[in-house]
Nanobody
Framework: QVQLVESGGGLVQPGGSLRLSCAASGSIFSIVAMGWYRQAPGKERELVAAITRGGSTNYPDSVKGRFTISRDNAKNTVYLQMNSLKPEDTAVYCC????????????WGQGTQVTVSS
C-alpha cells in the first residue's frame, strides 16, 4: 500500500531548529489534510500541526509560534519546520495524511526521532 516516509529527525540542542519532511511513496487520491503527530514515552499521541489542501493551518498552544507546517500538494509532501526547540519537544514524530471521505488520518509514516538535549 501507500507508505509515508519521514526524514530530518535527529539530535538538536535546546533553542535549535530542525526541519522534518514526509513524502508518500505513491499517489494518494484526494488528500484533504496533512499533519504531524508526536508521541513521547508515557504520553498520549499529540497532533502538533495540521494543514488542509487549501493551506489552512492549526497548531496547539504547545508549539504555536515555534512550529510551521507547509505542504506541496503536487508532490504529496508535508514539512514541519521546528524552531526554538525545547526538551519537551523530544518525541517520535509521525506524519499523517487524510484522504477524502476518511474520518481520521488514514495514512501514517513510521516516525522519526527528535531529541532535544544539551
Amino acid at each position: 500500500q501507500v507508505q509515508l516516509v519521514e526524514s530530518g529527525g535527529g539530535l538538536v540542542q535546546p533553542g535549535g531548529s530542525l526541519r522534518l519532511s514526509c513524502a508518500a511513496s505513491g499517489s494518494i487520491f484526494s488528500i484533504v489534510a496533512m499533519g504531524w503527530y508526536r508521541q513521547a514515552p508515557g504520553k498520549e499521541r499529540e497532533l502538533v500541526a495540521a494543514i488542509t489542501r487549501g493551506g489552512s493551518t492549526n497548531y496547539p498552544d504547545s508549539v504555536k509560534g515555534r512550529f510551521t507546517i507547509s505542504r506541496d500538494n503536487a508532490k504529496n509532501t508535508v514539512y514541519l519546520q521546528m524552531n526554538s526547540l525545547k526538551p519537551e519537544d523530544t518525541a517520535v514524530y509521525c506524519c499523517a495524511f487524510r484522504s477524502f471521505g476518511a474520518a481520521n488520518y488514514d495514512y501514517w509514516g513510521q516516525g522519526t526521532q527528535v531529541t532535544v538535549s544539551s
